[in-house]
């Protein structure tokens, strides 16, 4: 696993490239750019033929460990690799261990031991135990484990620890990853953590930076008590200017979490190769389509501003949102029973959903698209808006249908792909 | 489609068995040509379980079901006529059959009273009383705009007798009347009768025998899906598949376990429609020739083999049931890996029906299956006996 850096300046961006993946030899992929989201092993909502139908390009797949942490002795037993088990053996796997888009209450730490939030409860795993799921998984790039479940809620306390244990840890790990003939040719990633304290940022960058792993993980940034694009920008641009001062430069740098697509410019701006793709999930599984305008001669511009498409017409304003819940029919026996699976759903991202409300999407459950015939987006190539109206997918929401989130996926990871393009064809330009 | 004759429907069958009454054809409508014996899976809301349109076209569909009184509740007869039908509105250009919404009314609303005049039930989205009456019904399902729309029918339940049966038989028939002379769009959709008698064999005759006498391309047969028994069940189905014209298609409703289908093929019937297969989905079920197979069950658990090693579908060739296992009934995914496996093994079953019919080995293809759905080899009575009457013998091992 290589990565390459072409071009860069401090206050403009990078250009880079992945490659050289000892298992799939032909994959390449330009940076700044995306990692697909998942969680327990697949894109929620999508299978393996209708991820063909977004993009036949393969990106590398995030695998968050606390979602898969029930298959662990299954993935043991089977002796082949997570992304086969998966059934996703084409795709570069990428481990790390908290799903970004995952929310649970509170709870406890304990000491010498990180916390993972899975489907079954609290698990509570040291490093060590961390590296041996690592050697069944064997992902082409793996984060390592560090204790960076802080937030901008976090004291000062609680983030002094965090970089304490995450450093002591980590030098451990690089030991065991070295002589691991199973990791050792795979991309470690080292998380650096820091929580939002300057030199508590730069106490840990400083000591990662001395080990020659593939990149690193700003970590550390937000939890599930604060969804990523809840956390006011300029406190996290702060961290991230800062943060990279003290990471070498040839070395990636990705960041996770559901940022809006202005922040996620100022990253780019600031130095991050990598994000990944848990904003558009999470609007598509909100009933929500990504609609924010790239395509505009100023997108890596300090002051720039995303309006949605067609918004120069007038700003738009979210009506009443019709009361689809009111599945009468289905609560009178035709059986489906789309509730029920709908709270399974939401279970599995633990006990609050993440709220997404936001100005760079639409809400397609809004009563004006009752019968709005047209696509969510003209000029958009993806299979929703070449053969769907949102007059269809407002119906597929008000009667909870499956199919809802399929198309809004379809769309918003189209959507989100098609925005790093931009993002690489500016930066070309202005390097 | 436009240089075709201008007919709604028209029915060509490709081979007979030789020995039962089974048979394969293509039927030609507006929209699609679709070949029977036809398993149709049932998309109520204008989709099928989170299954893309060009999934179901991969997947080999060539005709999908509606149900009227889902539609017309929402989004609405307005709203379809707007879109230009239903193909549009959902993005299916292949060919679509929608119900007339009547079962669906009296088994999903207690409050529905049946007249003369119609269906009366309580709006689940209002206090008013609606009217679902044969004109009102066929006014849905010309704006919903489906190749094949049925006829309102006054549905009861399978194990009534009695007079109840009677009127209803009757009053099906009066009720078809007024359908068809309230059909506004006899050249793109076509109107299929549906015989009533509940579990009477003689009302079943005579319904079958008043509808052969209407003007109609199709006929369905009603009233199948229900409590009855099994020896009862297949007895109605030959009923009027024995004396139903050859060359016109005949739907059995609500019907669609594979081992129902095989039977029902070897009666003589063409078209079958459930939500069994996707439904189940759902709940974490794979079918499988052998039966089901509930994918939660903790045995799944390290088990690495596909579903089926046999199946094709694009689930069992990247799936094991172990991954699948920690998924079911949490990801949707799953679901839909499900429900695409599902769909597969329905087609895959009738590609079989209808290709051994067309090589003369029917009955060969019908004793493998009944022994692979029963390896024990104890078939249960009604199976042995309707096929049987088909000339199909089970215990049997020599060729016929
Ligand atoms: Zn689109
Ligand atoms: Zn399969």
Redesign the pocket.
């Known amino acids: 696993m290589k990565f390459k850096l072409h071009q860069f300046n401090k206050l403009r961006g990078r250009l880079g490239s992945l490659s050289d993946v000892e298992r799939l030899p032909d994959f390449s992929m330009d940076t700044p750019n995306i990692f697909l989201y998942t969680t327990a092993g697949c894109i929620p909502n999508l299978t393996y033929d209708v991820l063909q139908k977004i993009t036949t390009n393969v990106f590398p797949m995030q695998y968050p460990l606390n979602t898969l942490y029930r298959i662990t002795e299954a993935i043991k037993l089977y002796k082949k690799a997570l992304h086969s088990f998966v059934g996703q053996p084409e795709y570069v796997s990428y481990c790390c261990i908290q799903d970004p888009l995952y929310s649970f209450p509170r709870r406890k730490h304990k000491l010498e031991l990180f916390t993972l939030n899975t489907i079954g409860g609290i698990e509570f795993i040291s490093y060590e135990k961390y590296m041996e799921i690592m050697e069944d998984f064997q992902p082409d790039i793996y984060v390592s484990p560090s204790d960076c479940d802080t937030s901008i809620f976090s004291s000062t306390k609680r983030t002094c620890n965090s970089v304490n244990i995450t450093n002591r840890w980590f030098e451990n790990v690089y030991k065991i990853h070295e002589s691991s003939p199973i990791l050792k040719n795979k991309g470690l990633i080292a998380a650096v953590a820091g929580g939002y304290d300057l030199m508590l940022r730069e106490r840990c960058a400083k000591y990662m930076s001395e080990f020659p792993v593939l990149g690193y993980l700003i970590d550390g940034l937000f939890t599930d008590e604060i969804a990523a694009h809840e956390v006011p920008i300029d406190s996290v641009m702060k961290i991230i200017s800062h943060t990279v001062n003290f990471l070498p430069e040839e070395r990636l740098r990705i960041v996770h979490g559901s940022w809006d697509p202005e922040t996620v410019l100022k990253m780019v701006k600031s130095g991050i190769d990598i994000f990944d793709t848990s904003f558009p999930i999470l609007n598509a599984e909100n009933g929500r389509a990504l609609l924010f305008n790239f395509d505009v001669p100023n997108l890596l511009d300090d002051d720039v501003k995303l309006r949605l498409h067609g918004e120069e017409n007038g700003v738009k304003e979210e009506t009443s949102i019709e009361n689809g819940d009111s599945d009468i029919v289905d609560q009178q026996g035709s059986g489906d029973n789309p509730k029920k699976f709908k709270s399974s759903t939401s279970a599995n991202r633990g006990n609050t959903k993440i709220k997404c409300e936001n100005r760079f999407s639409i809400a397609l459950k809004d009563t004006r698209y009752f019968d709005d015939l047209t696509p969510l987006m003209e000029n958009c190539s993806c299979l929703t808006c070449e053969k769907h109206t949102k007059a269809y997918i407002h119906h597929l929401l008000c009667t909870n249908e499956l199919l809802a989130p399929v198309l809004l996926t379809i769309h918003n990871l189209h959507h989100y792909i098609e925005f790093f393009r931009k993002i690489r064809e500016h930066l070309k330009k202005q390097l | 489609m436009a240089q075709a004759a201008k007919s709604s429907l028209k029915f060509t069958i490709l081979a007979e068995c030789n020995t039962s009454l089974a048979r394969t054809g293509v039927m030609n409508l507006p929209h699609h040509a679709v070949e029977t014996p036809v398993f149709m899976p049932v998309g109520t809301q204008g989709t099928l379980k989170g299954i893309l349109p060009d999934q179901l076209e991969e997947l080999g569909y060539q005709i999908i079901l509606g149900n009227t009184y889902h539609l017309g509740m929402r989004p609405g007869p307005d709203l379809l006529k707007k879109a230009g039908g239903l193909h549009k509105f959902m993005g299916w250009d292949r060919a679509l059959l929608t119900d007339s919404g009547g079962f669906q009314m009296v088994s999903l609303l207690k409050l529905a009273e049946i007249t003369e005049d119609g269906v009366k039930f309580k709006s689940p989205y209002g206090a008013d009383d609606c009217m679902l009456t044969p004109e009102e019904s066929i006014r849905i399902q010309n704006a919903i705009g489906a190749d094949i729309i049925m006829q309102l029918d006054d549905v009861v339940e399978s194990t009534l007798s009695g007079p109840r049966v009677e009127e209803s038989t009757y009053r099906t028939s009066r009720w078809l009347d007024r359908c068809l002379s309230a059909h506004e769009r006899p050249d793109d959709q076509t109107i299929f009768p549906i015989v009533q008698g509940a579990s009477d064999p003689d009302l079943r005759l005579i319904s079958t025998r008043m509808h052969m006498e209407k003007d109609v391309k199709g006929f369905a047969l009603g009233g199948l899906s229900g409590g009855e028994a099994k020896s009862v069940f297949w007895k109605m189905v030959l009923v009027s598949t024995k004396i139903l014209p050859k060359d016109k298609p005949r739907y059995i409703m609500g019907v669609g376990f594979a081992t129902d289908i095989v039977i029902c093929c070897a009666l003589g019937a063409d078209m079958f429609d459930c939500v069994f297969p996707t439904r189940t989905a759902r709940f974490g079920c794979?079918l499988t020739a052998s039966g089901q197979m509930n994918l939660r069950q903790k045995k799944y658990k390290f088990d690495f083999q596909?579903?089926?090693s046999e199946?094709?579908?694009?689930?069992?060739?990247r799936h094991t049931r172990a991954y699948l296992n920690s998924i079911v009934t949490v990801q949707p995914t799953a679901c839909h890996l499900l429900t695409?496996?599902n769909l597969?093994?329905q087609m895959s079953l009738m590609r079989s029906i209808r290709q051994s019919i067309k090589d003369q080995r029917f009955p060969e293809f019908v004793r493998s299956y009944m022994n692979k759905a029963y390896p024990s080899g104890k078939f249960p009575h009604w199976i042995l006996k309707s096929l049987r009457t088909v000339n199909i013998d089970l215990s049997s091992d020599s060729k016929s």
């Open positions: 794979a596909p579903i089926d199946c094709e579908c694009l689930t069992c060739k695409i496996h597969y093994f």
